[in-house]
């Protein structure tokens, strides 16, 4: 899994020692740096994909904090602008397009990347299911890791393969490969069902609304992410929270040696990529079929 060969981008980094994570010294460079190290196995989930962009220009300790879907002042032209051809007139939406693309993002101080589950290629059938596992504040870790399985397991059931990751949030991603057929309403409702038949088995452990008031001791496994114009966080994407965590894909044999949903951070995720034998999602899209 050795990121050598980085790319190198034509983009320049103006204060490239701004600090975006002050507490653990992260700057723009080093997050640049970090992109460029993992960007051979990022591509594919943020290249030529509509993004919501979730830009901190002081950092994340900074009072400016903007969640981007279009287009803002001075943008560099790295950052494309498409149109959205269920909505030709309205303003258009953003991708990259590749590594110039990604450096761009930095220097505009995007934290966090959230694609759409599709291509600007193919806008109306989904490529992936993403089933985010949201825990309550008092939920064990160990609880969450278990509901992951259990979503492998429906996947599976259905013949999809199943992948998980860190949220570098609270809690767990899993997400199916799909080979791009079924439209964005049959995929929510897959979604949706899933997460149903989890809560009505479970009751006690899952909820598939997000309730605030029963959230208590339970995982709300949120569906939504699943439907058109709805994001997740990208594999491999920062999040701008405290400790600089990643979004991490994961084998599902270390889940369990797993410390917790932040476990992975821009202090050790580079040792990581190095020293893997291989891309625990190496194989996502060649383990792609259809939602039947």
């Known amino acids: 899994m050795s990121p050598s060969n980085s790319p190198r981008s034509d983009v320049s980094l103006t204060h490239p020692d701004r600090l975006y994570w002050p507490d653990e010294g992260v700057t723009k460079q080093g997050l640049a740096d970090y992109y460029a190290a993992a960007w051979r196995f990022m591509a594919p989930y943020v290249v030529n994909r509509p993004l919501a962009l979730l830009r901190l220009p002081d950092g994340?300790?900074?009072?400016?904090?903007?969640?981007?879907?279009h287009a803002w002042k001075g943008m560099n032209p790295h950052i494309e602008e498409i149109a959205d051809p269920?909505?030709?007139?309205?303003?258009?939406?953003?991708?990259?397009?590749?590594?110039?693309?990604?450096?761009?993002?930095?220097?505009?101080?995007?934290?966090?990347?959230?694609?759409?589950?599709?291509?600007?290629?193919?806008?109306e059938q989904p490529d992936m299911i993403?089933?985010?596992?949201?825990?309550?504040?008092?939920?064990?870790?160990?609880?969450?890791?278990?509901?992951?399985?259990?979503?492998?397991?429906?996947?599976?059931?259905?013949?999809?393969?199943?992948f998980v990751k860190t949220s570098g949030g609270k809690g767990l991603h899993v997400v199916a490969p799909l080979a791009p057929k079924a439209g964005w309403s049959e995929v929510k409702d897959f979604a949706h069902s899933?997460?149903?038949?989890?809560?009505?088995?479970?009751?006690d452990k899952y909820l598939a609304t997000a309730t605030k008031a029963k959230r208590g001791g339970h995982i709300y496994i949120d569906y939504l992410r699943n439907g058109r114009g709805?994001?997740?966080?990208?594999?491999?994407?920062?999040?701008?929270?405290?400790?600089?965590?990643?979004?991490?894909?994961?084998?599902?044999?270390?889940?369990?040696?797993?410390?917790?949903?932040?476990?992975?951070?821009?202090?050790?995720?580079?040792?990581?990529?190095?020293?893997?034998?291989?891309?625990?999602?190496?194989?996502?899209?060649e383990a792609a079929v259809p939602l039947e």
Do not use: C
């Open 60 to 69: 994340i300790k900074g009072h400016q904090r903007f969640f981007q879907k």
């Open 86 to 123: 269920q909505d030709a007139d309205g303003e258009k939406l953003l991708r990259i397009g590749d590594f110039d693309g990604l450096v761009a993002l930095v220097q505009s101080a995007v934290l966090e990347i959230h694609p759409w589950g599709t291509t600007t290629g193919n806008w």
């Open 130 to 162: 993403t089933m985010d596992l949201d825990p309550g504040e008092d939920v064990a870790w160990n609880a969450v890791i278990s509901a992951a399985l259990e979503v492998k397991a429906r996947l599976e059931t259905r013949g999809l393969a199943a």
């Open 194 to 203: 899933l997460a149903e038949s989890m809560s009505a088995d479970a009751p």
């Open 230 to 285: 709805n994001t997740a966080v990208a594999a491999y994407s920062t999040r701008a929270r405290p400790g600089a965590p990643v979004s991490m894909p994961l084998d599902w044999e270390e889940l369990s040696d797993v410390s917790g949903p932040a476990a992975f951070t821009l202090a050790n995720v580079p040792q990581r990529l190095e020293t893997r034998p291989k891309d625990p999602w190496g194989d996502f899209f």
